[in-house]
């Protein structure tokens, strides 16, 4: 049931989905390196990250073109927002990268006050949470059996937080290298408080690792016991699609779990830096295709049900 | 709602022939692969050996569908830019002027009705020829069907006339969208869901 | 594709000459726009209908040989047809809608088809190869001409032969024009009886006396119960709205039946309920039928006794011993089997119950109608069949009442007509059977009247003088496609020693157009001037009016020969000065006169159709009914003869009983040749195409792809699912297809349905599924009919 379009889609969910998750993340990050090491360092932790995420949320969006049919129709598509999630979705998408190029600029431009730029990165947050939350309820139809569960949002804010955490965590060890060359005075507490980062961002990943663990059965499970289409799309999981399924579980499970363990060890003492980085690489490479992948299966098991 | 128009269809003469699924084409001039009205064969049972006989419980019946014009369309409710709506004579039609090719209303719809048309990129839809009845005239499909099993006009009509069967199997049930379009069974026909028969020809629909 | 106006949408794949192009513009007045372009894949974007650009309606017709004549309404925009549509009229009993088929509605898309054949071809390859290059409407005409008067001066005309073809459709296209203007110049080998009804044809009057024993349809309407037999009028279209009136009589409470190895769509949308049978048994499931009617006492004796020859022993003709009637032979009394539903059931398949509850519906459901399909016989023993069926109408007494059918051919007397182009008189006298006519190219010369049903030979005259050595094939397939043993037939026309010159008219470039020497574009009949008549029932007329120029060069068939008929110094006597319009308004004069209710051509032309009905409910046994003795049946007896003495002094018992006989049929449910070709063989009229027209076309593709049909039970054995491609074979060829694993046909038989166009590859492997590279070329024993419907195959996954 894929179709060259879907594998838009899939891109487009997965990248937006993981810019929504990186902001809040490294919002969070950014506030706790306030705490620790001041306003400063904070932001040389992470005013370099910021402006990435909206190319990968700017990326997202252009690739969603390509999914539509008249794609100059585009800006129409937020018309609708009294019954259409999908309206909904784009109009919190669109707020969410606008405001959060806005606060991108404000905080590169140093414009206004903390408390303001704060503000209005907090309503970027909660645009891009409402974001998140719209995606995937155009997706809970009652005509997509395989979709129209909570299991949907679940693993939409799953992938949102895990690739949003891996990918900040890839982000500051990026980030981190290129500081140190240029300021090596600096390395110390940007090291200490990258490795803090990285700490607590394996923490989340193994955590999240274990939602995602628990869910695919628990899914697959539910489905199989529904009604007509479900257990179809179950059969097709399984069956067909069975190898990507596992496959997409191993995965993750040695980069946001075997790999997690690994960055939280090395993290924990100073002088590992080459190491965590190298580990840091790997977890994002392996759960971002395991994102994938996952994805991959969400378009390609759904069975409407009714005629065709 | 003024008034929902509605199609009614009779499958207890229909015999499958398709005139009204090619009216439909050349009216619309559509391409190969859209098809706006599809006729379903729906078959069951099956055949036992009993000596030198062979007994049969074996049935068909054919299913025309175009789309429901549903009084609750759910391609209406997740259309983003409006595109696809609902006339005040119940009509459903896409707008293709606004639409997006998103092709949101064909994971929506549980009848297969909205298609979307790669060369236009745009979706399509039965629009139960409403240019020809606003001028008077009746739509392809029911003017064409050589058995007379298509019929059309307000709902309330068709169901004072016709009863109110609006799910047989192959169709999912009504309480879904809540479909315009009654049927008047055949006497194989098993009701929404019934796993008693299949889609016998998948390629053809 | 770019958003282009309508026309050149419409040209967009063809290849246009020049001088066409400007032809086309010249009737455009230059101009190829149009207003609007809202008709593009339904992209109407706007919400309320508009006034549109003016837009024409011309009432014209669809008359291929499928039985349906139908109304086509035309809707024309600068002369480009746009749209399609079909009677809107108001339905009543006496003249219902004309509504057409799913062909009918595909027929702009046939009409503007890109391979339609623009010039004429002449052939540069090897017979058969299907390489032609263009030549000019000249050239082309002068070498058929000198062709014909070179064959007819070296060889006579009994060497030119007309091959039969159903496509043409009205008077100014089709066979008849060709049949004219060779009776002008001398004849040509004619064939009789037909591919469709030759057996039923022939057995009929042995029992009746005639072939017109039917009614009017509306009789039905009065009938309980209507035993289908074989006869499938919702899929084969046995003439238009047949199918609406046995709709109408179920409403008034006739209760129906099929009996088919198929559940055919007649059975899904017309029936009761459906009796499956193994193909060719039928003879036998009437004989068991008759069995119990006989013994439970359920047969009409006073009627018997009283119109009837030959039921029972007492009412044998001179000189035939007892022992040799009907009622002898269904109880068994001399060959010492009792034909029971048990011995029936190990035949056809059908429970013994099923066959009791069957014979005693239809005894005492009366008045009953047993309405014969000509599938059933179009079979090894078809003749026999067919007799067998009128037996069982003859024994319950259902002739000649209200709501009863005679069964068997079952004509019903036609209506006034009007003045069709008239083909004149065939000096050559000869005819073969329809069936036989591929045995013209190599062994007419040993071809007799008693082998091979030669007619029309001169006193002392023991053969044909000559093989074939010409052969014209105007608008059909007869001459390959739709002939049996495609193969065989093929090697015939590719060998240039036998053949010297096959000439062909055609629409498009078909299987059997490929063996052609020169090829001549006709256009269809949107785009020249005729009139066309009901198929089968009563009288309707339809006005072909000229809706279009012909597409590129091609041209009316009447137009074609009155070129070739110039050449040859007869133009003035084939035309009479007369054009396609002119035969129009002779006709409708003629018409007029038969009739002083048919209207003025104008009328006629507006409404697009005549439909004159019987004063009353018409049945033409009624008259014999009311009184043998004053009308008589053109029968030796001039009474009803289940007991034939002409066929029994033929002195072939077992091929040619004197009464209905089930006679097991070779390749059929007990030829031992099953071990080798286990599965019975069907070919079925297919909804895609009316015979082998509108096969090409992709919009028919779509709606009804050429599939193999097998029972599930046998795709089972075989490891073949739906959709896999399937090999099908016997020893006559073989063809690779997709399968349709259906439940609707009944175990141990396979359809293919008829029509398919023959597409050999490199291999000689058929890849579409033209049915007749497996059907035979026997005959019939008494019609020399065509039993394409009996043969054996096996079928496995490639």
Same mark, same amino acid.
Request: charged share 20%; hydrophobic share 40%.
């Given at each position: 049931?894929?179709?060259? +379009?879907?594998? *838009?889609?899939?891109?487009?969910?997965?990248?937006?989905?993981?810019?929504?998750?990186?902001?809040?993340?490294?919002?969070?990050?950014?506030?706790?390196?306030?705490?620790?090491?001041?306003?400063?360092?904070?932001? +040389?932790?992470?005013?370099?990250?910021?402006?990435?995420?909206?190319?990968?949320?700017? *990326?997202?969006?252009?690739?969603?073109?390509?999914?539509?049919?008249?794609?100059?129709?585009?800006?129409?598509?937020?018309?609708?927002?009294?019954?259409?999630?999908?309206?909904?979705?784009?109009?919190?998408?669109?707020?969410?990268?606008?405001?959060?190029?806005?606060?991108?600029?404000?905080?590169?431009?140093?414009?206004?006050?903390?408390?303001?730029?704060?503000?209005?990165?907090?309503?970027?947050?909660?645009?891009?949470?409402?974001?998140?939350?719209?995606?995937?309820?155009?997706?809970?139809?009652?005509?997509?059996?395989?979709?129209?569960?909570?299991?949907?949002?679940?693993?939409?804010?799953?992938?949102?937080?895990?690739?949003?955490?891996?990918?900040?965590?890839?982000?500051?060890?990026?980030?981190?290298?290129?500081?140190? $060359?240029?300021?090596?005075?600096?390395?110390?507490?940007?090291?200490?408080?990258?490795?803090?980062?990285?700490?607590?961002?394996?923490?989340?990943?193994?955590?999240?690792?274990?939602?995602?663990?628990?869910?695919?059965?628990?899914?697959?499970?539910?489905?199989?016991?529904?009604?007509?289409?479900? *257990?179809?799309?179950?059969?097709?999981?399984?069956?067909?699609?069975?190898?990507?399924?596992?496959?997409?579980?191993?995965?993750?499970?040695?980069?946001?779990?075997?790999?997690?363990?690994?960055?939280? $060890?090395? *993290?924990?003492?100073?002088?590992?830096?080459?190491?965590?980085?190298?580990?840091?690489?790997?977890?994002?490479?392996?759960?971002?295709?395991?994102?994938?992948?996952? $994805?991959?299966?969400?378009?390609?098991?759904?069975?409407?049900?009714?005629?065709? | 709602?003024?008034?929902?128009?509605?199609?009614?269809?009779?499958?207890?003469?229909?015999?499958?022939?398709?005139?009204?699924?090619?009216?439909?084409?050349?009216?619309?001039?559509?391409?190969?692969?859209?098809?706006?009205?599809?006729?379903?064969?729906?078959?069951?049972?099956?055949?036992?050996?009993?000596?030198?006989?062979?007994?049969?419980?074996?049935?068909?019946?054919?299913?025309?569908?175009?789309?429901?014009?549903?009084?609750?369309?759910?391609?209406?409710?997740?259309?983003?830019?409006?595109?696809?709506?609902?006339?005040?004579?119940?009509?459903?039609?896409?707008?293709?002027?606004?639409?997006?090719?998103?092709?949101?209303?064909?994971?929506?719809?549980?009848?297969?009705?909205?298609?979307?048309?790669?060369? @236009?990129?745009?979706?399509?839809?039965?629009?139960?020829?409403?240019? @020809?009845?606003?001028?008077?005239?009746?739509?392809?499909?029911?003017?064409?069907?050589?058995?007379?099993?298509?019929?059309?006009?307000?709902?309330?009509?068709?169901?004072?006339?016709?009863?109110?069967?609006?799910?047989?199997?192959?169709?999912?049930?009504?309480?879904?969208?809540?479909?315009?379009?009654?049927?008047?069974?055949?006497?194989?026909?098993?009701?929404?869901?019934?796993?008693?028969?299949?889609?016998?020809?998948?390629?053809?629909? | 594709?770019?958003?282009?106006?309508?026309?050149?949408?419409?040209?967009?794949?063809?290849?246009?000459?020049?001088?066409?192009?400007?032809?086309?513009?010249?009737?455009?007045?230059?101009?190829?726009?149009?207003?609007?372009?809202?008709?593009? #894949?339904? =992209?109407?974007?706007?919400?309320?209908?508009?006034?549109? !650009?003016?837009?024409?309606?011309?009432?014209?017709?669809?008359?291929?040989?499928?039985?349906?004549?139908?109304?086509?309404?035309?809707?024309?925009?600068?002369?480009?047809?746009?749209?399609?549509?079909?009677?809107?009229?108001?339905?009543?009993?006496?003249?219902?809608?004309?509504?057409?088929?799913?062909?009918?509605?595909?027929?702009?898309?046939?009409?503007?088809?890109?391979?339609?054949?623009?010039?004429?071809?002449?052939?540069?390859?090897?017979?058969?190869?299907?390489?032609?290059?263009?030549?000019?409407?000249?050239?082309?005409?002068?070498?058929?001409?000198?062709?014909?008067?070179?064959?007819?001066?070296?060889?006579?005309?009994?060497?030119?032969?007309?091959?039969?073809?159903?496509?043409?459709?009205?008077?100014?296209?089709?066979?008849?024009?060709?049949?004219?203007?060779?009776?002008?110049?001398?004849?040509?080998?004619?064939?009789?009886?037909?591919?469709?009804?030759?057996?039923?044809?022939?057995?009929?009057?042995?029992?009746?006396?005639?072939?017109?024993?039917?009614?009017?349809?509306?009789?039905?309407?009065?009938?309980?119960?209507?035993?289908?037999?074989?006869?499938?009028?919702?899929?084969?279209?046995?003439?238009?709205?047949?199918?609406? &009136?046995?709709?109408?009589?179920?409403?008034?409470?006739?209760?129906?039946?099929?009996?088919?190895?198929?559940?055919?769509?007649?059975?899904?949308?017309?029936?009761?309920?459906?009796?499956?049978? &193994?193909?060719?048994?039928?003879?036998?499931?009437?004989?068991?039928?008759?069995?119990?009617?006989?013994?439970?006492?359920?047969?009409?004796?006073?009627?018997?006794?009283?119109?009837?020859?030959?039921?029972?022993?007492?009412?044998?003709?001179?000189?035939?011993?007892?022992?040799?009637?009907?009622?002898?032979?269904?109880?068994?009394?001399?060959?010492?089997?009792?034909?029971?539903?048990?011995?029936?059931?190990?035949?056809?398949?059908?429970?013994?119950?099923?066959?009791?509850?069957?014979?005693?519906?239809?005894?005492?459901?009366? !008045?009953?109608?047993?309405?014969?399909?000509?599938?059933?016989?179009?079979?090894?023993?078809?003749?026999?069949?067919?007799?067998?069926?009128?037996?069982?109408?003859?024994?319950?007494?259902?002739?000649?009442?209200?709501?009863?059918?005679?069964?068997?051919?079952?004509?019903?007397?036609?209506?006034?007509?009007?003045?069709?182009?008239?083909?004149?008189?065939?000096?050559?006298?000869?005819?073969?059977?329809?069936?036989?006519?591929?045995?013209?190219?190599?062994?007419?010369?040993?071809?007799?009247?008693?082998?091979?049903?030669?007619?029309?030979?001169?006193?002392?005259?023991?053969?044909?003088?000559?093989?074939?050595?010409?052969?014209?094939?105007?608008?059909?397939?007869?001459?390959?496609?739709?002939?049996?043993?495609?193969?065989?037939?093929?090697?015939?026309?590719?060998?240039?020693?036998?053949?010297?010159?096959?000439?062909?008219?055609?629409?498009?470039?078909?299987?059997?157009?490929?063996?052609?020497?020169?090829?001549?574009?006709?256009?269809?009949?949107?785009?020249?001037?005729?009139?066309?008549?009901?198929?089968?029932?009563?009288?309707?007329?339809?006005?072909?009016?000229?809706?279009?120029?012909?597409?590129?060069?091609?041209?009316?068939? &009447?137009?074609?020969?009155?070129?070739?008929?110039?050449?040859?110094?007869?133009?003035?006597?084939?035309?009479?000065?007369?054009?396609?319009?002119?035969?129009?308004?002779?006709?409708?004069?003629?018409?007029?006169?038969?009739?002083?209710? #048919?209207?003025? &051509?104008?009328?006629?032309?507006?409404?697009?159709?005549?439909?004159?009905?019987?004063?009353?409910?018409?049945?033409?046994?009624?008259?014999?009914?009311?009184?043998?003795?004053?009308?008589?049946?053109?029968?030796?007896?001039?009474?009803?003869?289940?007991?034939?003495?002409?066929?029994?002094?033929?002195?072939?018992?077992?091929?040619?009983?004197?009464?209905?006989?089930?006679?097991?049929?070779?390749?059929?449910?007990?030829?031992?040749?099953?071990?080798?070709?286990?599965?019975?063989?069907?070919?079925?009229?297919?909804?895609?195409?009316?015979?082998?027209?509108?096969?090409?076309?992709?919009?028919?593709?779509?709606?009804?792809?050429?599939?193999?049909?097998?029972?599930?039970?046998?795709?089972?054995?075989?490891?073949?699912?739906?959709?896999?491609?399937?090999?099908?074979?016997?020893?006559?060829?073989?063809?690779?297809?997709?399968?349709?694993?259906?439940?609707?046909?009944?175990?141990?038989?396979?359809?293919?349905?008829?029509?398919?166009?023959?597409?050999?590859?490199?291999?000689?492997?058929?890849?579409?599924?033209?049915?007749?590279?497996?059907?035979?070329?026997?005959?019939?024993? =008494?019609?020399?009919?065509?039993?394409?419907?009996? #043969?054996?195959?096996?079928?496995?996954?490639?």
């Amino acid at each position: 049931m894929m179709n060259v +379009r879907d594998f *838009a889609l899939v891109a487009f969910t997965i990248l937006s989905q993981m810019a929504v998750g990186s902001m809040i993340v490294l919002g969070i990050v950014h506030f706790f390196a306030i705490r620790k090491a001041g306003m400063q360092e904070a932001d +040389r932790l992470s005013d370099q990250i910021l402006p990435a995420i909206g190319i990968v949320l700017g *990326a997202a969006l252009v690739v969603s073109l390509t999914h539509l049919g008249s794609p100059l129709n585009a800006p129409l598509a937020i018309l609708k927002l009294s019954t259409s999630w999908l309206s909904r979705e784009i109009l919190f998408t669109v707020s969410f990268f606008v405001v959060g190029a806005i606060f991108s600029f404000m905080q590169w431009r140093s414009l206004s006050s903390f408390a303001v730029r704060n503000l209005v990165a907090w309503i970027a947050a909660i645009l891009g949470l409402m974001q998140v939350f719209s995606m995937s309820h155009i997706y809970m139809i009652s005509t997509e059996p395989a979709w129209n569960s909570i299991a949907t949002p679940i693993s939409f804010f799953t992938t949102a937080f895990l690739l949003g955490s891996l990918a900040i965590g890839t982000a500051m060890v990026l980030n981190y290298n290129i500081n140190r $060359r240029k300021d090596q005075k600096c390395a110390e507490v940007q090291c200490g408080l990258l490795r803090d980062s990285l700490r607590w961002i394996s923490i989340a990943a193994i955590v999240l690792l274990g939602v995602e663990v628990v869910l695919a059965p628990l899914y697959v499970t539910s489905l199989a016991a529904g009604a007509t289409t479900a *257990a179809e799309s179950a059969s097709l999981m399984l069956n067909q699609y069975g190898l990507i399924f596992a496959f997409r579980l191993v995965l993750v499970f040695i980069g946001a779990g075997i790999l997690g363990i690994f960055i939280y $060890r090395n *993290a924990l003492s100073p002088g590992r830096e080459k190491i965590l980085g190298n580990l840091t690489y790997s977890a994002f490479a392996l759960v971002f295709i395991a994102e994938l992948m996952g $994805r991959f299966l969400f378009y390609a098991t759904h069975i409407r049900l009714g005629l065709f | 709602m003024s008034s929902q128009l509605a199609f009614h269809v009779d499958l207890s003469s229909c015999t499958g022939c398709k005139a009204c699924q090619m009216a439909c084409i050349d009216k619309n001039d559509l391409e190969l692969g859209q098809r706006w009205r599809r006729v379903y064969e729906f078959t069951g049972g099956d055949w036992v050996k009993m000596g030198n006989a062979y007994i049969n419980s074996v049935f068909t019946y054919f299913t025309s569908v175009s789309c429901q014009h549903c009084e609750d369309p759910i391609c209406v409710n997740v259309c983003p830019s409006g595109a696809m709506h609902k006339r005040e004579d119940g009509i459903v039609l896409v707008d293709t002027q606004k639409c997006l090719g998103c092709r949101y209303c064909e994971w929506a719809c549980p009848y297969g009705s909205p298609q979307y048309n790669p060369t @236009l990129g745009k979706m399509g839809k039965c629009n139960f020829c409403y240019d @020809l009845i606003d001028a008077g005239g009746k739509p392809a499909c029911v003017e064409a069907c050589p058995m007379r099993a298509l019929d059309f006009g307000p709902l309330d009509e068709m169901v004072a006339r016709y009863g109110d069967l609006r799910d047989p199997a192959p169709l999912p049930i009504s309480s879904i969208t809540h479909p315009s379009v009654i049927f008047t069974p055949h006497r194989n026909t098993y009701p929404a869901g019934s796993n008693e028969g299949q889609i016998a020809n998948k390629e053809e629909v | 594709m770019s958003k282009d106006d309508l026309l050149t949408k419409t040209l967009k794949d063809t290849v246009l000459t020049r001088r066409s192009f400007l032809k086309w513009s010249g009737v455009l007045g230059g101009t190829a726009a149009l207003a609007g372009g809202g008709l593009k #894949f339904g =992209l109407k974007a706007i919400e309320r209908a508009t006034a549109q !650009p003016a837009e024409k309606a011309i009432a014209t017709g669809c008359a291929h040989n499928c039985g349906g004549r139908c109304q086509l309404i035309t809707h024309v925009k600068d002369g480009v047809i746009v749209r399609i549509s079909s009677d809107p009229s108001e339905d009543t009993l006496e003249a219902p809608a004309l509504r057409a088929c799913v062909r009918g509605h595909a027929y702009r898309r046939r009409v503007y088809y890109p391979t339609r054949l623009q010039y004429p071809l002449k052939r540069t390859g090897k017979r058969g190869e299907g390489k032609f290059e263009r030549i000019s409407w000249d050239d082309a005409i002068s070498i058929a001409a000198s062709q014909i008067q070179s064959v007819k001066d070296k060889y006579g005309n009994a060497a030119i032969h007309l091959v039969a073809g159903s496509a043409g459709g009205s008077q100014t296209l089709g066979i008849g024009t060709a049949a004219r203007l060779l009776n002008l110049i001398g004849g040509y080998i004619d064939t009789y009886n037909n591919y469709s009804w030759a057996c039923i044809q022939k057995a009929t009057p042995y029992v009746y006396g005639t072939q017109t024993c039917g009614a009017t349809r509306n009789d039905w309407l009065k009938s309980k119960y209507i035993l289908m037999w074989g006869w499938n009028p919702a899929e084969m279209i046995d003439g238009t709205n047949t199918m609406w &009136y046995v709709k109408q009589a179920r409403l008034q409470g006739a209760k129906t039946v099929v009996i088919d190895p198929r559940l055919s769509m007649s059975a899904v949308g017309l029936a009761d309920q459906w009796i499956p049978l &193994y193909p060719g048994t039928d003879a036998a499931l009437m004989s068991s039928m008759a069995y119990v009617i006989i013994s439970e006492n359920l047969h009409d004796q006073e009627f018997l006794d009283k119109y009837v020859v030959g039921f029972d022993d007492d009412h044998l003709p001179e000189g035939v011993l007892a022992g040799n009637s009907y009622k002898s032979y269904i109880l068994g009394t001399k060959d010492g089997v009792p034909k029971t539903p048990q011995w029936a059931e190990a035949i056809t398949g059908v429970p013994a119950e099923t066959i009791v509850q069957l014979a005693r519906d239809y005894a005492m459901l009366k !008045p009953s109608v047993l309405y014969q399909g000509y599938g059933m016989q179009r079979r090894a023993y078809g003749e026999s069949t067919v007799i067998s069926g009128i037996s069982l109408a003859v024994i319950t007494g259902n002739v000649g009442i209200p709501g009863g059918w005679a069964s068997g051919m079952a004509f019903e007397p036609v209506g006034p007509q009007g003045g069709g182009l008239s083909t004149g008189n065939n000096p050559v006298t000869y005819k073969v059977p329809r069936y036989k006519w591929p045995d013209l190219m190599y062994r007419a010369t040993e071809m007799t009247p008693e082998e091979d049903g030669v007619v029309g030979l001169g006193p002392g005259e023991k053969h044909l003088p000559t093989n074939v050595k010409l052969l014209w094939q105007v608008a059909g397939q007869s001459m390959l496609n739709q002939h049996g043993d495609i193969n065989f037939v093929a090697s015939k026309l590719a060998d240039e020693s036998l053949v010297e010159f096959i000439l062909v008219n055609e629409q498009f470039m078909t299987p059997s157009s490929k063996y052609a020497d020169l090829i001549l574009p006709a256009c269809t009949w949107m785009e020249t001037s005729g009139v066309t008549k009901n198929w089968k029932y009563g009288a309707t007329f339809i006005n072909m009016p000229k809706v279009i120029e012909p597409l590129y060069e091609s041209k009316p068939d &009447y137009e074609i020969c009155a070129e070739i008929a110039n050449k040859l110094g007869v133009e003035q006597d084939y035309t009479q000065g007369k054009t396609a319009d002119d035969l129009v308004q002779d006709w409708v004069a003629v018409a007029q006169k038969a009739d002083p209710n #048919f209207p003025s &051509y104008e009328e006629f032309a507006s409404k697009g159709y005549y439909q004159w009905q019987f004063p009353d409910i018409h049945d033409s046994m009624a008259d014999f009914r009311a009184d043998p003795v004053a009308n008589p049946l053109q029968t030796p007896s001039g009474k009803i003869e289940l007991f034939s003495k002409t066929l029994w002094d033929m002195g072939k018992p077992d091929s040619i009983p004197a009464i209905g006989k089930y006679i097991p049929e070779w390749e059929g449910v007990s030829d031992p040749m099953r071990s080798k070709y286990p599965l019975l063989g069907l070919t079925h009229h297919y909804m895609r195409h009316s015979h082998s027209t509108e096969d090409n076309i992709d919009w028919n593709e779509e709606a009804w792809p050429q599939r193999a049909f097998i029972n599930n039970l046998d795709a089972e054995a075989r490891g073949i699912k739906d959709g896999d491609m399937v090999r099908v074979y016997n020893d006559r060829g073989e063809m690779i297809l997709p399968a349709r694993v259906t439940k609707r046909n009944m175990p141990g038989v396979i359809d293919i349905p008829s029509g398919g166009w023959w597409d050999p590859d490199q291999n000689g492997i058929d890849r579409h599924g033209a049915v007749n590279i497996l059907t035979s070329l026997r005959v019939t024993p =008494l019609a020399f009919g065509n039993p394409q419907g009996t #043969f054996l195959v096996e079928v496995e996954k490639v």
